[in-house]
């Protein structure tokens, strides 16, 4: 059998990274896509990758843009193969309480954490069911589950993945596509790292485990859905949060 291609959005990100790494672990076929400003950071990123023995592809998306994916989603057909595995990770935030939040903000938001995974997953929906296999794993969040102060946009958009993800597993059910969602809670990225220190402490201090999580305790859950074995696994939620949410 041919290897299996699995494409990572925000690829080449803090959570992407591990993810990408543990699915060529995983002999798969690996993309990450990258978002096209960010051009020279992903050929810097593949030659890191390359140095340390992971030979991942690197593709530009606009995961907001349809077109964008559909283009992306050619090329890699093209490339590697028809897509098996998509792990939709790309995702933003543009935080503020909802008196400031800007419409720009929640648009944003919701375009590329939400809209940006039917973008993809429509894409590559119908050949994974045609071909009798497929993963698609939604990146959603803690914050989706329980709300958070200043994340209206986010958290609406990372809730949305949830119904998203149960609708979509309904679809894939008999057709041996598994559709599920992982809810990270906060990470040591970027993304929480721009938290102003002093908000991101009193997180910290409320998470019962004491600490951030590492990006690679998250990529293990994108291992094990993705894995042959994982198929009577879907529409689950796979909450890795310290313990700062327990539903
Ligand atoms: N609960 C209740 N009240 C709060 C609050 C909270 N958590 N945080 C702030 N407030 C209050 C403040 O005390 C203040 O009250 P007063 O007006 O009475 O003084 C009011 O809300 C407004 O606060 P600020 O003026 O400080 O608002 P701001 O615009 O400067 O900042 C914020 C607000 C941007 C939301 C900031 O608090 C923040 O960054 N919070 C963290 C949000 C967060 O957790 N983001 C997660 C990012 S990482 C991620 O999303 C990854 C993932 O999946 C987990």
Redesign the pocket.
């Known amino acids: 059998m041919s290897k299996r291609v699995a494409v990572v959005t925000g690829g080449i990100g803090g959570l992407g990274t591990p993810m990408c790494r543990t699915l060529h672990d995983q002999g798969r076929s690996v993309a990450a896509a990258y978002y096209p400003a960010e051009e020279d950071k992903a050929i810097e990123w593949r030659k890191q990758q390359l140095s340390d023995g992971y030979d991942i592809a690197i593709y530009p998306v606009d995961i907001g843009d349809y077109d964008s994916c559909a283009a992306l989603v050619e090329k890699i057909e093209n490339d590697l193969g028809a897509i098996d595995i998509l792990v939709n990770n790309a995702?933003i935030?543009r935080?503020?309480?909802l008196k400031?939040m800007e419409k720009s903000n929640w648009d944003a938001v919701i375009q590329t954490n939400l809209t940006g995974a039917f973008n993809m997953a429509k894409q590559v929906f119908d050949k994974m069911a045609q071909n009798g296999w497929g993963r698609v794993i939604n990146i959603a969040?803690?914050?989706g589950q329980k709300g958070?102060?200043?994340?209206t946009n986010?958290s609406a958009a990372?809730a949305g993945l949830h119904g998203f993800t149960k609708a979509l597993a309904q679809e894939g059910a008999r057709k041996g596509v598994t559709v599920n969602t992982i809810s990270?809670?906060?990470?040591g990225t970027e993304?929480?790292m721009?938290?102003?220190e002093k908000?991101?402490d009193q997180?910290v201090a409320g998470i019962p485990i004491g600490r951030l999580a590492k990006p690679e305790e998250i990529a293990r859950a994108v291992g094990f859905l993705a894995d042959d074995e994982a198929g009577y696994i879907t529409g689950a939620d796979f909450s890795i949060n310290g313990g700062i949410y327990m539903h």
């Open positions: 995702g935030t935080d503020a309480p400031k969040s803690v914050n958070q102060f200043g994340q986010y990372k990270p809670g906060y990470v993304m929480v721009a938290i102003p908000v991101r997180i």
